[in-house]
């Protein structure tokens, strides 16, 4: 036995035995998991250092490891292949996304260009925004509290404890604005994407779940698929600057900048450099062992270089990157398209409306500035003093000659038809209707009903859209319960204390570890 055999079994036999993915299976303490993980960063993204942990005698494991990776160069391009077919698939749906972010803006114009008089002012009015901001004040008034039910009799206790905890853990998480973020993004962009990770960093190196409200435009996956978990792989990406990446992965010292790998950008007043930025990958991909059984994996890289891959880190090569198999995102989709996760939102119906409105408006604000201005027709043999004329502030004008129709005469404009402003109103009913943002979802009443029942009963059918709006973001939030509490059964190792809400009222202090959520032996 050579002296690099002995040093990979001297330190293999200091971790425990790999077993499979189980409901009472959770990487140990000390493990090169827990060793090969970094905190989330300001981009969001899930960080993990590469799995080369100090082992007792100073050295290095990962170069006794590194000989030949599962995840190397070889498949790291393969997956740049995989990524820039996504990306392709996906073109559509960026350009839409882009499009859509700048409508909500009121700045379409600035894309579009203003097609009806060049050079003139275009107006943008409100009432698409307005539609969107009331979905969203629905929706921040249906905040949703988690209410765990017991599978089973002996699990009546535990799930009266996770209803207790699990809204403690969500506060921590800051999920109130993750919350809002999404909406913001489900009704301009059609699909709401939450992200719930694992952070070893958080509490002072105790760790927690953290939770991301996503941009759609960073994401891709399998074209075709309706449910990203069949998906084979997905992507998500984000842009680092160079030198915190090379600060924090030594490994890519002359390596950062571009890699080829472009991604969508919204539109902006402000001039974003990002020549002094790089483009990481978090990976995510499942993979089935012999026994059926279906594991999920993650790799980060970045310009071609492996910053960790969990098939590299012998904790986790077999039992797969997150016990409960599954990619820790939530697509919560407004409106639903056929073959793709993401649906359209409120704007891919309104902006057409819109369109119709600004062009009215913008034709109707000419003519009532031409309207407002007095004008002239004058020949050139009229004799009349134009600068005088054109002063408001003189009462007398100078005129050479004899002054008559021929010569001189006042130019008129034709005020707006009654007909126009009511086919512009009844254009603005048609987006009130289409966006189902009525004047009875508002508080307000019209056609003379008065009695309170009466408006009561209007406001309750007129919800009926916001209503079935929020089940599926009520659906979307039980998934991440789901994914929140499979986080707790295999990383709550250490007990913890919770701050919660008594029967009464007061407060109370209750203890808990993943291990009540994890399978006990027969007794």
Not at 4 to 12: C, I, P, S, T, V
Request: charged residues 30%; negative net charge; hydrophobic residues 35%.
């Amino acid at each position: 036995m050579n002296e690099m055999e002995r040093k990979l079994l001297e330190a293999m036999s200091r971790e425990e035995p790999l077993s499979l993915p189980a409901a009472d299976s959770s990487p140990t303490e000390g493990s090169l998991w827990q060793a090969g993980q970094a905190n989330l960063d300001e981009e969001g993204l899930m960080g993990r250092q590469m799995p080369g942990s100090a082992t007792e005698d100073g050295e290095s494991l990962a170069g006794v490891l590194d000989s030949e990776p599962a995840i190397g160069e070889k498949e790291i391009s393969e997956a740049m292949a995989v990524l820039e077919k996504y990306k392709s698939a996906k073109a559509s749906l960026d350009k839409r996304i882009i499009d859509n972010e700048e409508w909500y803006k009121l700045g379409h114009w600035k894309q579009y260009g203003n097609r009806v008089m060049e050079g003139k002012r275009a107006p943008s009015t409100g009432w698409l925004f307005n539609s969107i901001a009331n979905k969203h004040a629905d929706a921040m008034d249906n905040y949703p509290e988690p209410n765990v039910l017991p599978r089973a009799q002996d699990d009546e206790e535990t799930a009266k404890l996770l209803s207790d905890i699990l809204p403690v853990v969500l506060e921590q998480a800051d999920y109130e604005s993750v919350y809002s973020d999404t909406w913001w993004r489900k009704l301009k962009q059609g699909t709401g994407v939450k992200g719930i990770f694992w952070d070893p960093a958080l509490r002072e190196g105790l760790g927690d779940i953290a939770i991301r409200s996503m941009d759609l435009l960073m994401l891709y996956w399998e074209p075709g698929v309706e449910d990203i978990q069949d998906s084979a792989n997905f992507f998500s990406l984000a842009l680092a600057d160079n030198d915190r990446l090379t600060a924090r992965w030594p490994q890519l010292e002359g390596k950062a900048g571009s890699s080829g790998i472009t991604v969508g950008q919204y539109v902006s007043d402000r001039n974003i450099d990002t020549s002094e930025k790089s483009v990481v990958v978090d990976w995510y991909y499942k993979r089935e062992k012999p026994g059926g059984q279906t594991v999920v994996h993650y790799c980060k890289f970045c310009n071609g270089v492996v910053l960790y891959a969990s098939e590299n880190d012998p904790a986790l090569a077999e039992r797969g990157f997150y016990d409960h198999g599954r990619y820790p995102f939530v697509f919560d989709a407004l409106f639903m398209e056929e073959d793709s996760p993401a649906g359209f939102g409120y704007i891919d119906v309104m902006k057409e409306c819109q369109t119709a409105i600004d062009k009215m408006n913008h034709a109707m604000d000419e003519n009532v500035l031409l309207s407002s201005r007095q004008r002239y027709v004058l020949s050139d043999t009229a004799g009349v003093n134009e600068e005088e004329l054109t002063d408001l502030s003189r009462d007398i004008i100078h005129v050479v000659g004899r002054l008559n129709d021929d010569s001189f005469r006042p130019l008129q404009t034709a005020g707006l038809q009654g007909n126009s402003l009511s086919y512009r109103n009844s254009r603005i009913e048609e987006l009130k209707e289409i966006s189902g943002n009525r004047d009875m979802t508002q508080g307000g009443t019209a056609g003379g009903v008065t009695a309170a029942s009466a408006i009561a009963a209007l406001q309750e059918a007129g919800s009926k859209l916001s209503r079935d709006m929020l089940k599926s973001a009520y659906r979307a939030f039980a998934k991440e319960c789901y994914l929140i509490i499979e986080l707790m059964r295999q990383f709550y190792d250490e007990e913890r204390i919770f701050r919660i809400t008594g029967k009464s009222g007061e407060s109370e202090f209750v203890r808990f570890s993943g291990q009540v959520l994890r399978a006990q032996p027969a007794r």
